[in-house]
């Protein structure tokens, strides 16, 4: 087969995908842990041949049989962003006619710099069965149920030139209005969900979010989807009480990122992620690099074989366990370059923030940001809640004698009260913003 062919019958090849992929978190754990285990040491097979990755080999001294089960890959050095995107753009250049068959899957960047990654049609199909595996694993039918979703989503299960088989599925998928360049009006949106009463609807954090403080705030009533997933941003205790209360208990956290795919998910009702052992290992490093169940996640999709990415840096934090050798993750951290920086030259992270975060809750604050403009000044963007009783400046106070202790007393404090906090140009919504250069 070429990667023509392949394109030509990609959506065939998600289905095939798909009938192998577990639709229901794993009950025989140790079971999963070998099929986890035998996909990376076939992956490792693969990468092998690759001169990227035959060179990061020769600097380990190691060889693919070194690698026979997921913890190996601590033997193995991490990629960054920036290597990735240097890989994928030199590839592109060199190799044009090779990959003119293939997806590019464009990200923003962090720092503004887009990163091009590389898929190719296998690749793709298999991206797509693994997310509409997770959304049947929270007990969405394919043509059966409907979905309502943001527009032109990497997550869609179609994208671009529909076949037959396509247009079936997506009869029960449907568009949403939030488009991220030209906002749309929160009535509209929720006049949206409420007329087509999607069984599933996935779209921006920060979109939900304003939708359902728009509901709240008005006395609207607000259409309960029975699986409903918040993308692309970190969700934080706030937004998720406020989800949870307008939405209802069916919120599904997927945790992933566009260039490695979805590789974690978290059930309604279920406090704990676990990893998509058929699809992705996840290994976690401490801040002195040795291997943790605290720390920075490393990602690596097993599915991604023509093209792979490796030990992928996601610079977010996990706590953690492991059991029969699974990974089960207990707290998201949050992005370790959203940092407060002091004068001394230690940062604070999101995980120190959280607190006053998780204590704003009682404040009545539905949506925050905090913004560093000096080493001496922090702004922080504040939405209350619309059936607060508390005074503003009541709420500033107790923020204060929370905050200022977490930032050693080192900040003043300056308040922004909001209807709500516009997303960035990329259509997220960072926690922490950092307005100072880098020295």
Not at 81 to 103: A, F, G, S, V
Not at 197 to 209: G, S
Not at 346 to 369: A, C, F, H, K, P
């Amino acid at each position: 087969m070429t990667y023509a062919s392949d394109r030509k019958r990609e959506n065939l090849i998600m289905l095939e995908i798909l009938a192998g992929l577990d639709k229901k978190p794993p009950k025989d754990l140790k079971k999963a842990k070998e099929k986890q285990d035998r996909l990376v040491h076939e992956l490792m097979l693969r990468a092998w041949e690759i001169p990227f990755y035959r060179k990061r080999f020769e600097e380990t001294g190691t060889t693919p049989a070194d690698y026979q089960r997921t913890e190996d890959l601590y033997k193995f050095p991490i990629m960054t962003k920036e290597q990735l995107r240097d890989w994928m753009d030199e590839e592109l250049e060199k190799n044009p006619e090779k990959y003119k068959d293939w997806h590019i899957n464009p990200t923003s960047g962090s720092t503004g710099i887009p990163l091009k990654t590389l898929f190719s049609p296998r690749e793709n199909a298999a991206g797509h069965a693994n997310w509409l595996r997770v959304l049947m694993m929270g007990g969405f039918i394919p043509i059966v149920h409907k979905n309502l979703h943001r527009p032109n989503s990497l997550h869609t299960v179609t994208g671009g030139k529909k076949s037959l088989g396509e247009k079936l599925i997506g009869l029960r998928w449907k568009e949403m209005s939030d488009s991220i360049k030209n906002r749309i009006p929160s009535e509209q949106l929720l006049k949206e969900i409420n007329e087509y009463k999607p069984y599933f609807l996935y779209t921006h954090k920060n979109v939900l979010v304003r939708v359902a403080k728009y509901a709240k705030e008005n006395n609207l009533p607000l259409w309960q989807p029975k699986l409903y997933a918040p993308i692309s941003e970190m969700l934080d205790t706030q937004s998720e009480h406020l989800l949870l209360e307008m939405f209802g208990p069916g919120l599904l956290n997927a945790y992933g990122l566009s260039e490695v795919g979805s590789c974690a998910t978290r059930l309604p009702g279920s406090k704990e992620f676990v990893v998509n052992s058929d699809t992705h290992a996840i290994n976690i490093y401490a801040d002195d690099g040795t291997p943790s169940d605290n720390g920075m996640a490393v990602v690596t999709p097993l599915y991604k074989t023509d093209l792979p990415i490796i030990n992928y840096e996601t610079r977010d934090r996990m706590e953690s366990y492991t059991k029969d050798g699974i990974r089960f993750i207990t707290k998201l951290r949050g992005r370790m370059n959203d940092v407060i920086r002091h004068k001394d030259g230690s940062v604070t992270e999101w995980g120190n923030i959280e607190i006053v975060v998780n204590y704003s809750t009682n404040l009545d604050i539905v949506q925050s940001r905090f913004i560093q403009e000096s080493y001496d000044l922090i702004r922080i963007q504040l939405v209350k809640d619309p059936a607060s009783q508390l005074s503003n400046e009541e709420i500033e106070r107790r923020y204060t004698e929370q905050f200022a202790p977490v930032l050693n007393n080192e900040f003043r404090f300056e308040y922004e009260w909001m209807d709500e906090i516009p997303a960035d140009p990329n259509g997220k919504l960072r926690m922490i913003v950092n307005n100072m250069k880098e020295s």
